[in-house]
Every structure is written in C-alpha cells, then in structure tokens.
C-alpha cells in the first residue's frame, strides 16, 4: 500500500472520528453545522452521517429553519446505542451502574450485602448486575463491559488484586467475578475509577488531584489527562501519608494516618451512620457536631497543603464528603492557603463535577472512552 493511501485513509478515520466526537458534545447538529464547525467539505459530512446512521449510533433527530423554506433534517448521537457496566464494591454495599455513550448513568441500584471472598458473594454480585441489565432491557451486542471498583491495589492489567486490607480482597482475579459476569471485566481501584469520571466531565483538565473521602481515603494523579498510577501501581494513596505522628491507629497498622482522620466515618457514625444527617445536622446549628468538623476541616486542609506543595497542580475534592462540601469551600480555602508558603489564597482547590456513584460510573466510563477512541 503507497504511503498516499495511507494518508488518505488515514485522513478519512480523522474525519470520522471528528465527526462523531461533535455528536457527542453537542444535543444536536445538522450538515451545515458539521461542515461550518470541522471546515468539511458537504460531500465528506453527508458520507459519514450515511455511514453512523447505518451503524445505529447517529439519528435523524428532527428538523430545525424557517417554516417557507425548506428545514434541514438535525441529527443525534444514539446515547444507548452502546452501553457500559459498572460496580462499586465496598465492605458492606455493592452498586451497579449502567452508562450510556455520553458518560451519563441510566440506571443503578446498591444493595447493602457484607463483602465475603466466598463464591456465594460473587453469585449475587453476578445476579444484582443480571437484574440491573434486565430492568432497562439491554441486549448483550450493546454491552461494551463491566468496570469493577476495589478498594485494593490492582494489578497494571486490571485482572487481579495485590494489595488491600480493608477487605479481603487480596488475590481476588476477574475469573472470581467472571463466573457469573459473562462480559469482558476490567478491575479498577477505586480512587483511580473516580477520578476518571472528573477527566470525563472536564476535557480540558490536563494535571489534577483526585482526593476521594470516603469510608476510606483514596487519590489518584492525573497528568495530562490520563491517571498516573506510577511504577508498582500504588500512585496517590494519600490516605496513608502520616498526618499526625503517633496518633490515632490506622486500619493499615500505622498511626496518624490521614485516613484516621479524614475518613468520612469519623462523621458519620456521629448520626447513626447517616452522612446525609451529619451535614444537615451540622447546618441546623448543632454545636458539637460543629467542634468535629472545625477539627475534620482542619485535617483537610493540611493534607491538601501537603499534595499541593508537593503537586503544584488543582486538587479535586470528592467521595462522600465531596458531595456536601460546596457550601464550606470558601473557610476550607482559607484554612489551606494559611499553610501555603508559595500562595495567598488556594483557588486550585475544587469540588468534583461528578457527585453521585463516581467509583461505578468511573470504571464502567473507562469502556465507553475506548469505544469512543474507536469509532
């Protein structure tokens, strides 16, 4: 083959893949847009636009002009036509999520079930999954895969887990999952899943920090876009940076620990395991919810002055606290840039976009950026 038809060729992949990706950021578009926004030629767009339709992932949408003319036909992405599966498997819930081409959930259920590395566990992550997938009636040439999010260190290939003490997952493989998951299965840590649902929400964030707080405390770095998961896989597990020396007992064995400090139970289990009520509580005036979160934000932002220093680059708050810190951000700015050395205030400090089963969504996101990729 000429190194001229490769050009060609290769000319031809760009074209449609620029094509579909407009699709995919705009709700709707006609030929003229495509031909105006990419600088291509009619004959080129209309090709494609063949071609998608054909393939089921554009449709005619609906028409758009003045009523004496004649209305150019508009056409969409098809959201559904491809479809990715997630799980977010904690010590005592399991939430499944189904996502669509656009990164956006349309379906999920979490069920509260004690993890137990025992095949009986694995049957009814299986079976929770069949329900979901039944429930919005996919068919298996829709289903791109399923992403499933640990609280462990996993193994650059996703097949296996080779480190985790919060539950017993060490040594966990796809084939314990895949028993009953008859789907191509990624395995994800789950800061690193999360963090991926933000690149996704925000194209143009290029180096970022992910600071998950939850039950446990996770992160993940991301440069120029893509999660950094350094050279033995243990990239971002700030939640293990010593905060407070010899004080309180980490679930690793060590003390002072951020995560003793700043996991999202140190609040919780204040209300009877409701975070909801914590943050409701805490804005009605209760005083002594009030003295732990002065302390919690405290802690927050000294593990932020850490990362920053050490980073240079924006922090993204998220995980359970991450959904309910947006009214608090501005005293959280001001305690941080207090320890800053190098800056005055601490604009780079941000809540994340996506507030809602980020670990799910994340690990199933991950299949629909490569489909994406592809077409």
Not at 79 to 107: C, E, F, M, P, R
Not at 194 to 214: D, K, P, Q
Not at 308 to 315: A, G, R
Request: net charge neutral; hydrophobic share 40%.
């Amino acid at each position: 083959m000429s190194k001229k038809t490769n050009m060609n060729i290769e000319i031809k992949r760009i074209n449609r893949s620029n094509i579909y990706h407009h699709f995919l950021s705009h709700n709707e578009l006609t030929k003229q847009n495509l031909v105006s926004d990419l600088q291509l030629c009619l004959p080129t767009v209309t090709k494609n636009i063949d071609d998608l339709v054909a393939e089921g992932l554009i449709e005619k949408s609906g028409s758009q002009g003045h009523t004496g003319g004649r209305r150019a036909v508009t056409y969409s992405i098809v959201k559904d036509a491809k479809v990715a599966l997630g799980i977010d498997v904690t010590l005592n819930h399991v939430t499944v999520v189904a996502v669509d081409l656009t990164g956006t959930i349309i379906s999920f259920s979490r069920h509260r079930m004690k993890f137990k590395a025992e095949d009986s566990y694995y049957q009814y992550v299986g079976n929770t999954l069949a329900s979901l997938i039944k429930s919005i009636g996919l068919n298996d040439d829709q289903i791109l895969g399923v992403g499933i999010g640990l609280p462990a260190l996993v193994d650059a290939d996703r097949k296996s887990v080779f480190f985790s003490k919060i539950i017993n997952l060490s040594g966990t493989t796809l084939g314990d999952f895949a028993r009953y998951i008859p789907y191509n299965i990624q395995l994800f840590n789950d800061a690193n899943a999360a963090a991926f649902t933000e690149i996704w929400m925000n194209r143009s964030m290029r180096n970022a920090f992910y600071l998950m707080l939850s039950n446990n405390i996770g992160g993940s770095m991301v440069i120029n876009g893509t999660v950094y998961s350094g050279d033995r896989q243990q990239s971002g597990e700030v939640g293990h940076i010593t905060l407070v020396p010899g004080g309180n007992r980490c679930y690793c064995g060590q003390l002072g620990c951020v995560d003793s400090y700043l996991a999202a139970t140190n609040l919780s289990n204040l209300t009877d395991g409701n975070l909801q009520a914590f943050f409701e509580k805490l804005k009605n005036g209760d005083k002594e919810l009030a003295k732990t979160w002065d302390t919690y934000l405290n802690h927050l932002a000294s593990t932020v002055n850490i990362v920053h220093v050490l980073l240079d680059c924006n922090i993204i708050l998220g995980g359970y606290v991450g959904e309910y810190l947006d009214p608090y951000m501005e005293d959280l700015r001001e305690r941080t840039a207090r320890l800053n050395t190098f800056s005055s205030d601490a604009d780079y400090l941000k809540t994340c976009l996506y507030k809602k089963e980020s670990i799910a969504a994340g690990a199933a996101m991950n299949f629909i950026e490569a489909f994406v990729k592809s077409v």
